[in-house]
């Protein structure tokens, strides 16, 4: 198994602004996830971090929107720019601790509120 | 038609009875079947996971995959109001690095 650590756990931002996400696994992973979780939708994967290459976004998730950094094998996050009304949502952060992402641990998640 | 189809409920259910979720999905290529449970303010927990058809048992859960009709099930025996969590099914490709399809979401409310 994996403990991910994910930081903050919430926070209120003005229109306009960005929020990073920070993601700390306790082990070495190859791969990380991001996911959006909006009320009373399904998870919905964002993009994949790999060390060393840059991120691959899914349909609809632009790197100008949600840029992402992995600077080790423990570590990612997770930055939401120019926010809208229409980001707040719950981000969550997950890795997978062997190979491929089958087994998928989760971080607690960050409750984004956009005023 | 969506990838995965789950049930939002709310599915309420009282002390001790047999509880079951499921979904369903158009996908032939998944291989891999998880569930998570998500209680509220946290982030999914891994409670089950089977590799193709068949079944798993850990404790009072049971995990269920039928490929052919493409139908996959959790039973939850003896049920606690501690099991009151909204309930995630999860699947994915044979390929490493293919993403996790989510269904929504069962919210289950188990009353003492």
């Known amino acids: 198994s994996a403990v991910i650590s994910q930081k903050p756990s919430r926070d209120i931002c003005q229109r306009g602004t960005s929020l990073t996400i920070q993601c700390q696994v306790d082990?070495?992973?190859?791969?990380m996830f991001w996911y959006r979780q909006q009320p009373g939708q399904s998870l919905t994967l964002i993009a994949t971090?790999?060390?060393?290459?840059?991120?691959?976004?899914e349909s609809g998730f632009v790197i100008d929107k949600f840029p992402i950094s992995r600077p080790n094998l423990t570590f990612s996050t997770l930055t939401v720019s120019n926010l809208s009304p229409e980001d707040s949502s719950i981000y969550l952060c997950?890795?997978?601790?062997?190979?491929?992402?089958?087994?998928?641990?989760f971080g607690s998640g960050t409750q984004l509120s956009v005023l | 038609q969506k990838e995965v189809e789950q049930d939002p409920g709310p599915l309420s259910v009282p002390e001790g009875a047999i509880v079951s979720l499921n979904c369903t999905y158009s996908?032939?290529?998944?291989?891999?079947f998880m569930w998570y449970r998500q209680y509220s303010r946290k982030g999914p927990e891994l409670l089950m996971y089977?590799?193709?058809?068949g079944n798993k048992e850990d404790g009072r859960f049971t995990a269920q995959v039928d490929k052919s009709s493409k139908y996959i099930s959790l039973f939850i025996r003896d049920s606690q109001p501690s099991d009151s969590a909204t309930y995630l099914c999860?699947?994915?490709?044979?390929?490493?690095?293919?993403?996790?399809?989510f269904g929504k979401g069962t919210t289950l409310s188990v009353s003492s």
């Open positions: 997950s890795a997978n601790p062997g190979q491929g992402n089958e087994k998928l641990f």
């Open positions: 082990s070495q992973v190859t791969m």
């Open positions: 971090a790999n060390q060393g290459s840059e991120a691959t976004y």
């Open positions: 996908n032939s290529a998944f291989q891999y």
């Open positions: 089977t590799y193709s058809s």
């Open positions: 999860a699947m994915s490709a044979a390929q490493a690095g293919t993403a996790l399809i």
